[in-house]
T-cell receptor, first 114, second 112 residues
Framework: KAGVTQTPRYLIKTRGQQVTLSCSPI?????VSWYQQTPGQGLQFLFE???????NKGNFPGRFSGRQFSNSRSEMNVSTLELGDSALYLC?????????????FGNGTRLTVT | QKEVEQNSGPLSVPEGAIASLNCTYS??????FFWYRQYSGKSPELIMS????GDKEDGRFTAQLNKASQYVSLLIRDSQPSDSATYLC????????????FGKGTTLSVSS
């Protein structure tokens, strides 16, 4: 079974631009979530989508947004990029099982903002 | 503020030794607990999950959970140089979807 696929792997953007990242979950997984990883803050939760609805949101500004499509694929968008947005962005999918749902991560998108 | 705390390390052990990694969490309603391994430049990889008090063994890995003490640990027996990585403890409340709160990780170095 194919794993979580994220595209692109690397991105270089300039301050003020916007960016869209894409994620295809493991087949059958309906929950998709996004995380930001930086050396200083570690892995931080951005948001989670389930059945095309945002189910949970972390403590990030409104410049960070996302959506999920009917085939469970997800995109996240960051507008008006800032230098501090440089990070590894990880998408994870899950079966959303009652009693505990491990997340399975994609390879990530490395975003550099200059 | 829900928190997950880990000793950042580095934790250095010789090959063949037992590595012990510890994690504490603040939210008492947490129900699911996970250990992820992350090699430098790679994404986190799930290695263990544990949901009830006690020990859970999988090969050379043993996860231990004590909900009363809000404490989770990971033991790695017969440590190998290939185990050198950052180990992330993650906690899930199950009341907020599948969102995980991660510790900042413990760096393990296994010397041959």
């Amino acid at each position: 079974k194919a794993g979580v696929t994220q595209t692109p792997r690397y991105l270089i953007k300039t301050r003020g631009q916007q960016v869209t990242l894409s994620c295809s979950p493991i087949s059958g997984h309906r929950s998709v979530s996004w995380y930001q990883q930086t050396p200083g803050q570690g892995l931080q939760f951005l948001f989670e989508y389930f059945s095309e609805t945002q189910r949970n949101k972390g403590n990030f500004p409104g410049r960070f947004s996302g959506r999920q499509f009917s085939n469970s694929r997800s995109e996240m968008n960051v507008s008006t990029l800032e230098l501090g947005d440089s990070a590894l962005y990880l998408c994870a999918s899950s079966l959303d099982r009652v009693g505990g749902s491990p997340l399975h991560f994609g390879n990530g998108t490395r975003l550099t903002v200059t | 503020q829900k928190e997950v705390e880990q000793n950042s390390g580095p934790l250095s052990v010789p090959e063949g030794a037992i590595a012990s990694l510890n994690c504490t969490y603040s939210d008492r309603v947490s129900q699911s607990f996970f250990w992820y391994r992350q090699y430098s430049g790679k994404s986190p990889e799930l290695i263990m999950s544990i949901y009830s008090n006690g020990d859970k063994e999988d090969g050379r890995f043993t996860a231990q959970l004590n909900k009363a003490s809000q404490y989770v640990s990971l033991l790695i027996r017969d440590s190998q140089p290939s185990d050198s990585a950052t180990y992330l403890c993650a906690v899930q409340t199950n009341q907020a979807g599948t969102a995980l709160i991660f510790g900042k990780g413990t760096t393990l170095s296994v010397s041959s």
